[in-house]
């Protein structure tokens, strides 16, 4: 083992090969990252977790070092899940607490509703962008965008404006060196694994809001994260919440869409709370009586109006 952790290289159903690292040991927490970002996104909670649990990283497929196939069809959300588990079977891992980043994020919900048995908990952070129906049209063209000019100015290009957008400023303002690094680390991915991943993994994945029914019987404890200005995403949050039997929702004051980033000690320590409370078995499932929007029942004397 290096100073980095353990590192395997990981073949999938249809012959992609993922780069995994793995890192500590104990009780085993898979970090699924975001378009944006890779592996190294989260160096800061590995360095924290590795101490007290096994923290598994792999860079997703069109990401180097894994592989990036060059046919459009190699991608999907679908494969996005199904690469989490060859990750995991790989690894001689039967369950595991699954933390995911907006892409990521959406893979862990999808991993605990179609192999629920494969997830402890989930931690889905910045997750529903293109989500929302009032935004999806302009999303789906976006993605097209993207593509578009990731193909005709390159990554560095693409990068640099993604980085200056309404929901990143705020790692800049928060910590200039990182998202000085954001940057540099975008410019360096694969243009055309950037760009079958967000056409094709991004732009075709069902909307959250139209998985309502699927998402109400999610069993595995949820906690939905989200920074309060990052717009794209907080109405998939609140959807979650009221969705979910089991979620929480935690919403970040000043924060935007890579809290993992902003500042990692609060993200993390967000996390450790959330593992100990779903160790514990103390980590509930909404009681229905919250959901009245009124709070004194003249049929009810006990009730309180507050």
């Not at 104990?26 to 590795?50: F, K, M, N």
């Not at 990521?104 to 629920?116: C, F």
């Not at 980085?163 to 243009?191: C, E, H, N, T, Y």
Request: charged share 20%; net charge neutral.
């Amino acid at each position: 083992m290096d100073a980095t952790g353990r590192r395997w290289t990981v073949p999938t159903s249809d012959d992609v090969r993922l780069a995994v690292t793995e890192t500590g040991s104990g009780t085993p927490i898979l970090l699924l990252h975001e378009y944006a970002g890779d592996q190294r996104s989260w160096a800061a909670q590995v360095a924290d977790l590795a101490a007290d649990h096994r923290c598994i990283t792999f860079a997703a497929r069109g990401y180097l070092p894994s592989d990036v196939p060059s046919d459009p069809a190699a991608y999907s959300w679908r494969r996005a899940v199904d690469d989490a588990v060859a990750v995991l079977d790989a690894l001689g891992v039967g369950s595991a607490h699954v933390v995911g980043l907006s892409m990521g994020g959406y893979t862990a919900l999808q991993l605990g509703l179609r192999h629920p048995d494969r997830v402890r908990s989930i931690l889905a952070a910045s997750v529903g962008s293109g989500s929302d129906p009032t935004t999806r049209a302009a999303y789906l063209a976006e993605t097209g965008a993207v593509a578009a000019a990731l193909r005709s100015r390159g990554a560095g290009h693409v990068g640099r404006r993604m980085a200056d957008g309404p929901s990143r400023i705020q790692l800049k303002a928060a910590d200039r060196a990182a998202w000085d690094a954001m940057v540099a680390q975008f410019a360096g991915f694969s243009v055309e694994g950037l760009a079958h991943t967000i056409v094709e993994v991004q732009g075709r994945r069902p909307a959250l809001h139209d998985l309502v029914d699927d998402l109400a019987g999610l069993a595995a404890p949820l906690l939905a994260v989200a920074g309060d200005e990052d717009e794209a995403c907080l109405s998939t949050g609140l959807l979650l919440k009221r969705t979910v039997p089991a979620c929480g929702l935690a919403v970040l004051p000043n924060g935007g869409h890579v809290p993992n980033l902003e500042d990692p000690h609060r993200f993390t320590a967000l996390l450790r709370w959330f593992l100990a409370r779903v160790r514990s078995g103390s980590w509930p499932r909404r009681d229905p009586r919250s959901r009245a929007t009124l709070q004194f029942d003249m049929d009810r004397p006990e009730s309180v109006v507050r």
